[in-house]
C-alpha cells in the first residue's frame, strides 16, 4: 500500500492550494483518513480528519479555512485550504488506517507535501 501525497507548493498569504493524497495497493477498504503538518522545529500536529463516513474534525485553528474530503470511488484524500498563512508553511502528510486484503487494519503515512506561505 502507498499514499501518494501532491499539490503543495508556494503560495502568497491570503492564497489557496489543494492537497491531494492517493492510496494504492492491494486496499480491501479505508477507514479514517487524515493530514497533519510539521513545521520546522515543531511536532507533527493534526490538521484534519474524516471518516469513513464523512464525518470531519479540524484543528481549531484551521476551522473555516479548510476542508478536508474524499472520495472512496479514487481512495483519494483532499485538503482545500483557503486563506492560507505563513505560519501554516510546513511539511502536510497524509494519513490512512487501511485495510489490505486478507490483512487486518494497519496505518500508512504518505512522503508529505511541502507548503511554503510567503510573499
Known amino acids: 500500500v502507498q499514499l501518494q501525497a501532491s499539490g503543495g507548493g508556494l503560495v502568497q498569504p491570503g492564497g489557496s492550494l489543494r492537497l491531494s493524497c492517493a492510496a494504492s495497493?492491494?486496499?480491501?477498504?479505508?477507514?479514517?483518513m487524515g493530514w497533519y503538518r510539521e513545521a520546522p522545529g515543531k511536532q507533527r500536529e493534526l490538521v484534519a480528519a474524516?471518516?469513513?463516513?464523512?464525518?470531519?474534525n479540524y484543528a481549531d485553528s484551521e476551522k473555516g479555512r479548510f476542508t478536508i474530503s474524499r472520495d472512496n470511488a479514487k481512495n483519494t484524500l483532499y485538503l482545500q485550504m483557503n486563506s492560507l498563512k505563513p505560519e501554516d508553511t510546513a511539511v502536510y502528510y497524509c494519513?490512512?488506517?487501511?485495510?489490505?486484503?486478507?490483512?487486518?487494519?494497519?496505518?500508512?503515512w504518505g512522503q508529505g507535501t511541502e507548503v511554503t506561505v510567503s510573499s
Open positions: 495497493g492491494s486496499i480491501f477498504s479505508i477507514d479514517n
Open positions: 494519513n490512512a488506517k487501511i485495510r489490505r486484503v486478507f490483512r487486518s487494519y494497519d496505518y500508512y
Open positions: 474524516i471518516t469513513s463516513g464523512g464525518s470531519t
